[in-house]
């Protein structure tokens, strides 16, 4: 047979070596990642607030204080060695209300971002990929929600169905998904023009396959970017809405509403939103910083090598 | 602006039916209020078993035949008939069960694989997309297409981006006869590849030919290799075709004023005295 | 007479992820004043990395582990940004293989022909000259090109010249300087084949007339053949063969010239059957020890595995790297 090729060897892989190149590119992933300083400091970050979510009922001092334990013989007390941040008007300790508080930020985040991503790219792929006017139809449609200022539309949502946690989720998600088709739709415009996607279509392969396989699956990169990157945001965007006094209603332990009603306590009681004001600044820090550090790593044209 | 149909005739000097044939091809781009001919009315015949080659430089229409006559691109205007059967009267269903039949390799291996899919994978794609051919049958299929192009079974599990550009083309050409098509077109399946790794496919395609009994359409802007590789020669330029023949002909005796400045502009190189 | 460009055993080591590339090991080329020289090799033998690391131009984190590159009897491995700026598009220039990513689309080409001589000047110290005196230098620039119709060209955009054109304004650019050396890397790869004829023979014109050595890079020995009047061949960062086109080409002495050589197909069409080169590139990470052709010549022997072939001389200005050469 062909004896100018010479690379033939007969041998049964092991699974270390049936997933060597997976092995290999998050070995490089995990280098590349560990020598940038901001990146480790948002992972850091994340993996804080993560634990806190997970963990957080087990993890606050005071955990009959994080819905709503009144009381007011310890009424707006300084941080001291047992309230670290102080308590509140109820008398409930604010570091236990800030921890708990974690968990459904956490929530708020992965809803919102999961939902304007999964309204989002599939639209965004069909509108790329078909082209035509199902793409004008799409495109439109998502000009006009990008055309009104995210936080107003929201603010408008929420007072259409009323305040609360839930309906603050929904409203941020509707403003969230044009985001996604923008840029899953300008990416899938590119990926469309590559030779393997030609060669799917050569091979008689219909449309949902070459979605799936062929454009999604190439998509993915800016999408984990935005989505790390949007984590940060949406919790910053529910926060401002429960800042309003749309958002959770008290005693629910959601950042946002904490410093809403700490506001009428400012300046002399600072501890009351000073601390899940930074709680909510250092969450949304470190996921920007990851979802920078991510970016940095996933695209091979942003790094230097 | 003539069409040149190209009949070679069998040994018993009868016309035999040709493989592929395609009358009076025709493209025009719309692009921004501008008409552009890519291809204008072109004509040819593949013999079963044959090697027919496209020269051309870029802009010359070789590339949107090779595709028109795949139906990838459709034509404005012009009619293909493939294995007897009207192929451009063809869609859906019917169109997609001919599409077995005939495969294309294309010029740039670096991006004709799916960079998130496995090797494995790729060279399974003809098989699920088009049969229902899965689990052991299907692993047994991709492993002796492996086989076939010297690939160690291991490759199953890389990515192409770990392969060199010779082998991920081996790669394509394993998915284009996967279903064992008749009719194989490549569209400068070397021009991306280094000289000696050129050779290499070169044989391969040639011995390949003859194992699987397949006709090849070779496009390529390389007149050393067409000489080389294929039995008749179309030569276009402008969307036309300036000459055709057997490649012997056109190149010993070109008629076309056009072709003898193309193959006067390829450099000699002094060879080897042996 | 001392030779205008000498490169003397140079090794260069490219740190990267999994390990040290050894792109460049111990390599010696010399070029006198008003030769043509071609390097040609394939994928990997290091000489686009060469090229760029005479220009100093090469990959960031390249490290030079040996060797001296000798330019008109000034060392270039040492030079501060501010001297190469007066060496770069001055005494050395360079061209590329895909003229349009070379060139601004955004602006005219007389623009960008101007900005590259009124830069050639401030680099020396000298004030740019004034909008006339430049656009007459465009001009000639043009003309020294063999561009007829130089003032529409002098105000289209790259976008609506050919690549022929392009590549023409290109090796314009590279001259306004008025280079003692032109290093041309895969100058027609990108072009098609009569427009290739027309550049070659235009490099071959400047030499000619200007007296401008050139180094051209290319993998289409063709290329090389016609412009070139020596050559030397690469190989997985070694120079395998270097001397006179016209004896390298018809009397290879080194395997893989031979290899190389065979597998080309001939336009002629004598029906040789094509050979090819078994096995693959090597892993500069881990190249093969000794001769680093070794793994795929069909000579090989255990020496060639021990020792690294020195150079030897075998005719008028033709010298191979190998244990078991041709005669």
Redesign the interface.
């Known amino acids: 047979m062909s004896a100018e090729f010479q690379d033939t060897a007969v041998h049964v892989p092991t699974f270390k070596e049936r997933h060597a190149s997976t092995i290999r590119q998050w070995r490089l992933y995990i280098h590349l990642f560990r020598g940038s300083f901001s990146s480790m400091l948002g992972l850091a970050l994340v993996l804080l607030f993560l634990i806190l979510a997970a963990f957080g009922p087990m993890l606050a001092p005071y955990p009959e204080d994080t819905m709503g334990a009144v009381k007011l013989g310890q009424r707006l007390l300084p941080p001291s060695l047992a309230h670290p941040f102080g308590t509140d008007e109820m008398g409930a300790d604010i570091l236990s209300r800030v921890i708990v508080g974690a968990r459904t930020s956490l929530w708020i985040g992965l809803v919102i971002t999961g939902l304007g991503a999964g309204i989002g790219v599939p639209l965004g792929i069909i509108a790329g990929y078909k082209g035509g006017f199902l793409r004008a139809a799409i495109m439109r449609v998502t000009d006009l929600f990008l055309a009104v200022p995210g936080l107003a539309l929201a603010l408008a949502i929420v007072a259409a169905l009323g305040p609360g946690i839930t309906n603050c989720v929904i409203a941020l998600a509707i403003v969230w998904w044009p985001g996604y088709v923008r840029l899953v739709e300008a990416k899938t415009l590119s990926i469309k023009e590559e030779l393997h996607v030609e060669a799917a279509r050569a091979l008689g392969a219909k449309t949902p396959w070459i979605l799936r396989r062929h454009i999604l699956p190439n998509c993915l990169t800016p999408i984990v970017v935005k989505a790390s990157m949007d984590m940060g945001m949406a919790i910053l965007s529910a926060a401002s809405l429960g800042f309003i006094g749309l958002g959770a209603k008290p005693p629910h332990p959601e950042w946002g509403s904490m410093i809403s009603v700490a506001r009428t306590y400012m300046p002399d009681w600072w501890w009351y939103s000073a601390f899940p004001g930074l709680a909510i600044f250092l969450t949304v820090l470190g996921f920007n910083l990851l979802g920078d550090g991510l970016r940095d790593i996933l695209d091979p044209r942003s790094r230097g090598r | 602006m003539s069409s040149l149909a190209i009949m070679p005739t069998t040994k018993t000097g009868s016309v035999a039916e040709p493989l592929l044939s395609a009358r009076n091809l025709t493209k025009i781009f719309h692009t921004g209020g501008q008409d552009f001919r890519a291809v204008d009315n072109v004509s040819l015949d593949i013999q079963a078993g044959k090697v027919l080659g496209i020269v051309g430089e870029s802009g010359s229409g070789k590339s949107t035949v090779a595709r028109m006559v795949m139906r990838l691109i459709e034509p404005t205007s012009g009619q293909i008939t493939f294995e007897g059967e009207d192929l451009t009267a063809k869609s859906g269903e019917a169109l997609r069960r001919t599409r077995r039949h005939m495969q294309i390799v294309f010029q740039n291996p670096h991006s004709a694989l799916n960079p998130r899919d496995t090797i494995g994978s790729a060279i399974a794609e003809p098989f699920l997309v088009q049969t229902k051919i899965r689990g052991m049958e299907l692993e047994r299929r991709v492993e002796a297409l492996l086989d076939i192009i010297s690939l160690p079974k291991a490759f199953k599990y890389r990515y192409p981006h770990e392969l060199s550009g010779g082998q991920k083309q081996r790669v394509c050409i394993a998915r284009a006869v996967a279903l064992e098509p008749r009719l194989l077109v490549l569209d400068e399946p070397t021009s991306a590849l280094d000289v000696s790794v050129q050779a290499q496919i070169i044989m391969f395609l040639q011995d390949l030919r003859t194992r699987l009994n397949l006709t090849y359409l070779f496009i390529s802007h390389n007149l050393a290799v067409v000489r080389h590789l294929c039995d008749d020669v179309i030569v276009m330029s402008k969307g036309a075709i300036v000459e055709s023949g057997s490649t012997d002909a056109v190149f010993k005796a070109p008629r076309a004023a056009y072709t003898r400045q193309l193959i006067e502009s390829v450099p000699r190189i002094p060879r080897l005295h042996e | 007479m001392t030779a205008l460009l000498n490169i003397d055993n140079y090794r260069l080591d490219i740190p990267?992820?999994d390990g040290v590339l050894k792109v460049l090991d111990g390599i010696d080329i010399t070029l006198e004043q008003g030769d043509t020289l071609g390097i040609v090799g394939?994928?990997g033998c290091g000489k686009t990395v060469l090229a760029r690391s005479i220009l100093g131009i090469g990959p960031?984190?390249a490290k030079r582990v040996s060797g001296h590159i000798v330019f008109d009897s000034t060392a270039l491995d040492e030079l501060s940004e501010a001297d190469w700026r007066r060496v770069r598009g001055v005494k050395i220039s360079m061209i590329f293989q895909d003229p349009m990513t070379y060139l601004n689309p955004l602006l005219t080409i007389g623009r960008q022909l101007s900005d590259v001589i009124a830069a050639h000047y401030r680099a020396q110290g000298k004030s740019a000259p004034g909008r006339a005196e430049r656009h007459a230098r465009c001009e000639r620039l043009l003309e020294q090109v063999q561009i007829a119709d130089t003032q529409r060209v002098l105000k289209s955009y790259p976008h609506q010249l050919s690549?022929g054109m392009r590549q023409r304004i290109l090796i314009a650019m590279a001259l306004a300087g008025e280079p003692k050396l032109l290093i041309a890397d895969e100058p027609t790869t990108a072009l098609?084949?009569?427009?290739?004829?027309q550049i070659?023979k235009l490099l071959r014109d400047l030499v000619d007339r200007l007296g401008l050595t050139v180094v051209m890079i290319s993998?289409?020995?063709?290329?090389i053949?016609?412009l070139s009047r020596r050559v030397a061949v690469m190989y997985a960062g070694t120079v395998v063969e270097q001397g006179m086109a016209?004896s390298i080409?018809?009397?290879?002495r080194h395997p893989y010239t031979?290899?190389?050589?065979?597998?080309?197909?001939?336009?002629?069409?004598d029906?040789q059957?094509?050979?090819?080169?078994?096995?693959?590139?090597p892993n500069l990470i881990n190249p093969p020890s000794g001769c680093r052709f070794h793994p795929r010549c069909l000579r090989a022997t255990a020496i060639c595995r021990q020792e690294k072939p020195e150079t030897r001389s075998v005719g008028a200005d033709h010298v191979v790297a190998c244990h078991h050469a041709y005669d």
């Open positions: 990267t992820f394939e994928s960031r984190n690549g098609d084949v009569t427009i290739q004829a070659l993998h289409d020995v063709g290329a053949a016609a016209e080409l018809t009397r290879p031979r290899g190389l050589l065979a597998a080309l197909p001939d336009i002629e069409g029906a059957p094509l050979e090819s080169i078994p096995g693959t590139i």
